[in-house]
């Protein structure tokens, strides 16, 4: 019914950009809440950012608020995250996930999709 698929991740050093790419193929029209989390190893997964399908609102986790920006696109059917002032603790697989109830949660069991995943990997 929905599938995600993550793009974008690589190596890169501290203070370097990186853009993520979600591309969405489903075949419901009905709006969606798409979400980005992150996982290291030997942690949880932790909530990254958001974005409503239908109006665009932004959420986003503390650790990156005013680094990195989600953004969709209606058109192309994807969403981004774009990535900026890079920190090693950024290091983890990032995932994007997705649910069709557009009401915002950070929580990752609360999401029906997710994609297979993409490493970044910040350097120091």
């Known amino acids: 019914q929905v599938q995600l698929v993550e793009s974008g991740g690589g190596l890169v050093q501290a203070g370097d950009s990186l853009r993520l790419s979600c591309e969405v193929s489903?075949?419901?029209?009905?709006?969606?809440?798409m979400g980005w989390f992150r996982q290291a190893p030997g942690k949880e997964r932790e909530f990254v950012a958001a974005?409503?399908?239908?109006?665009?609102?932004?959420y986003y986790g503390d650790s990156v608020k005013g680094r990195f920006t989600i953004s969709r696109d209606n058109v192309k059917n994807t969403a981004d995250l774009q990535m900026n002032n890079l920190k090693p603790e950024d290091t983890a697989v990032y995932y994007c996930?997705?649910?069709?109830?557009?009401?915002?949660?950070?929580?990752?069991?609360?999401?029906?999709?997710w994609g297979q995943g993409t490493q970044v990997t910040v350097s120091s």
């Open positions: 996930a997705g649910r069709f109830l557009e009401v915002f949660t950070e929580k990752p069991q609360e999401y029906s999709y």
């Open positions: 489903r075949r419901s029209s009905a709006w969606f809440l």
């Open positions: 974005i409503t399908w239908s109006r665009g609102n932004a």
